[in-house]
T-cell receptor, first 113, second 110 residues
Framework: DSGVTQTPKHLITATGQRVTLRCSPR?????VYWYQQSLDQGLQFLIQ?????ERAKGNILERFSAQQFPDLHSELNLSSLELGDSALYFC???WGGGAETQYFGPGTRLLVL | KNEVEQSPQNLTAQEGEFITINCSYS?????LHWLQQHPGGGIVSLFM???GKKKHGRLIATINIQEKHSSLHITASHPRDSAVYIC????????????FGTGTRLTIIP
């Protein structure tokens, strides 16, 4: 158990819908990362937050947004969902947000029908 | 060309064999990470390296910064080592957004 929690574990929804994925980092970690793992693209970095502020952005679509709250949990919002958004979404956390070990949550498996 | 290349893509070995998985990268990095992904999907961080060598139990990771190459070794392999092993690099020193290799699927046969 990494100490990182993600909810929900599974999500099935329809095209055009909006969903919110939630991540709680390990106790004491200030940085949260979001990653997408799809069959055709592999693992890709989406976005990083550090202590409530956006620190780095990767291949995140404009339909996707994220935020980190004062209690350090983070949410990833996916809107106008398309079939191609079906993937595993992982969050990870680390203490400082630099070159450190990242601890991964169990992932949320999203299926868009 | 991918910034992170792993080889082999698939590896099947007998229990007890010595395993080597390779990772090459093409740019300067802040650190290199080795991750393990189990069939259920969960990802575990095995090592983070910026130089030299690290060992944890039967796992050893090495990195050669000059050659931009890292290896993950498993000694006395066991069926429970069967998983996908993923190499990832951090490309910025101010943050650690990771760029991932495509993974090596390892199967250890009893």
């Amino acid at each position: 158990d990494s100490g990182v929690t993600q909810t929900p574990k599974h999500l099935i929804t329809a095209t055009g819908q909006r969903v919110t994925l939630r991540c709680s980092p390990r106790s004491g970690d200030l940085s949260v990362y979001w990653y997408q793992q799809s069959l055709d693209q592999g693992l890709q970095f989406l976005i990083q937050y550090y202590n409530g502020e956006e620190r780095a952005k990767g291949n995140i679509l404009e339909r996707f947004s994220a935020q980190q709250f004062p209690d350090l949990h983070s949410e990833l919002n996916l809107s106008s969902l398309e079939l191609g958004d079906s993937a595993l979404y992982f969050c990870a956390s680390s203490w400082g947000g630099g070159a450190e070990t990242q601890y991964f949550g169990p992932g949320t498996r999203l299926l868009v029908l | 060309k991918n910034e992170v290349e792993q080889s082999p893509q698939n590896l099947t070995a007998q229990e007890g064999e010595f395993i080597t998985i390779n990772c090459s990268y093409s740019v300067g990095i802040s650190a290199l990470h080795w991750l393990q992904q189990h069939p259920g999907g969960g990802i575990v961080s095995l090592f983070m390296l910026s130089s030299g060598k690290k060992k944890h139990g039967r796992l050893i990771a090495t990195i050669n910064i000059q050659e931009k190459h890292s290896s993950l070794h498993i000694t006395a392999s066991h069926p429970r080592d069967s998983a996908v092993y993923i190499c990832a690099v951090g490309l910025d020193f101010g943050n650690e957004k990771l760029t991932f290799g495509t993974g090596t699927r390892l199967t250890i046969i009893p």
